[in-house]
């Protein structure tokens, strides 16, 4: 089984700071990876995902993270964040040939004024 | 288009008494997932549909969790009896196929008194 870590359950940062939210992945296999947002009583939208090819993808919101193999990482970055950035941002891990899921504990990302 | 559309969106029982939740996925997703999503927790997946077929049920607790997915489209979990414990939220999701991301529901947030 696949096992994914989020090391931040939370992070507090400035409006206009950037931001990291960590995600290391277990896995012997290839994968896809994902993150999700959850917004409060909301279910959760997908923020960006690897499938293959450029290392670095781009997402909505301004969002962009990095697919580091050797160390079995995808960090979230965003190089200013907005208060309504303010949401738990979930990493998620799929084998290649295998459908199935595995989500981390989740980040609560802070974005104060 | 329309969401994964999830009712209700809140419950309120008594342990010891059952409960049913309701999905119905994205038009021709024929992919559908229900996950358990616990306080500061990431989803766990309870079980897998392709079509009307559970294909992964392994996390699913048998002995009083049911679901089924009449004619491959809407889906409904049952819970009975329930325990104080599967106070949580329950997570419906969907996909177009395998190798697609899913897309989730609001989700039905259960509290078992």
């Known amino acids: 089984a696949q096992s994914v870590t989020q090391l931040d359950s939370q992070v507090p940062v400035f409006e206009e700071a950037p931001v990291e939210l960590r995600c290391n992945y277990s896995?012997?296999?290839?994968?896809?990876l994902f993150w999700y947002v959850q917004y409060p009583n909301q279910g959760l939208q997908l923020l960006l995902k690897y499938l293959s090819g450029s290392t670095l993808v781009k997402g909505i919101n301004g969002f962009e993270a990095e697919f580091n193999k050797s160390q079995t990482s995808f960090h979230l970055r965003k190089p200013s964040v907005h208060i309504s950035d303010t949401a738990e941002y979930f990493c998620a891990v799929r084998r290649y040939n295998f459908n199935k899921f595995y989500f981390g504990s989740g980040t609560k990302l802070n974005v104060k004024p | 288009e329309a969401g994964v559309v999830q009712s209700p969106r809140y419950k309120i029982i008594e342990k010891k008494q059952p409960v049913a939740f309701w999905c119905n996925p994205i038009?021709?997703?024929?992919?559908l997932y229900w996950y358990l999503q616990n306080l500061g927790q990431g989803p766990e997946l309870l079980i897998r549909?392709?079509?009307?077929?559970?294909?992964?049920d392994s996390q699913l607790p048998k002995d009083r969790f049911s679901a089924e997915r009449l004619k491959g489209v809407d889906s409904t979990l049952k819970i009975q009896p329930a325990e104080l414990g599967d106070s949580a939220v329950y997570l419906c999701?969907?996909?177009?196929?395998?190798?697609?991301?899913?897309?989730f529901g609001p989700g039905t947030r259960l509290t078992v008194t």
């Open positions: 999701a969907s996909s177009p196929g395998t190798d697609y991301e899913q897309y």
């Open positions: 896995s012997s296999v290839s994968v896809y």
């Open positions: 549909y392709e079509n009307e077929e559970a294909v992964d």
């Open positions: 038009s021709g997703h024929n992919t």
